[in-house]
């Protein structure tokens, strides 16, 4: 006689894999690329003369994206279309489609006049001086 050992969580687990795959495919199946909203994600890091934004735009060209500086607020704006081919079906449309604006109040010590932007494997750059003023700076001590 054999013995068979009985685990509840594997019959579980295999229940949990074919309910999952059952819902994913259903709802995606009922979604269309433009009716997702998405922001990309943006890295703000500060330097000693210098605010850099970095966000990630993979699969974007230079003039899909809009930059802009207006009333101490940096904007980006971009859109990325879904090709609509009618002649296939889509079975699964996980990347993100449709109009993004991303937009970060600049501090006082930032220079409007001094903002540059670079856009290389998928990784957008902004730099955006600071005001010579803004800059730290050392102070000599005089001597009497």
């Known amino acids: 006689m054999n013995l068979v050992t009985y685990n509840p969580f594997e019959q579980w687990c295999e229940i949990n894999s074919v309910m999952d795959h059952w819902l994913n495919d259903s ?3 009922l979604k269309t690329p433009s009716d997702n909203v998405w922001t990309p994600v943006t890295d703000v ?3 000693k003369n210098e605010l850099v ?3 990630e735009l993979p699969g ?5 994206v809009d930059i ?16 609509d081919d009618k002649d ?12 993004f604006y991303r937009s970060f109040l600049m501090p006082e010590s930032a220079d409007p006049g001094k903002i540059s932007a670079k856009l290389e494997d998928g990784v957008l750059t902004i730099k955006a001086q600071k005001k010579e003023e803004a800059k730290p700076r050392q102070i000599d001590i005089s001597v009497s």
Do not use: M, P
Not at 60 to 64: G, L, S, V, W
Not at 69 to 83: D, P, S, V, W, Y
């Open 68 to 83: 802009a500086i207006h009333n101490g607020h940096l904007t980006i704006t971009a859109e990325r279309k879904c090709e």
């Open 27 to 29: 709802f995606t199946e």
């Open 45 to 47: 890091t500060e330097f």
């Open 60 to 64: 974007f060209q230079k003039n899909d």
């Open 88 to 99: 296939t079906k889509k079975h699964r449309i996980e990347r993100w489609y449709g109009k």
């Open 53 to 55: 934004f970095t966000t």
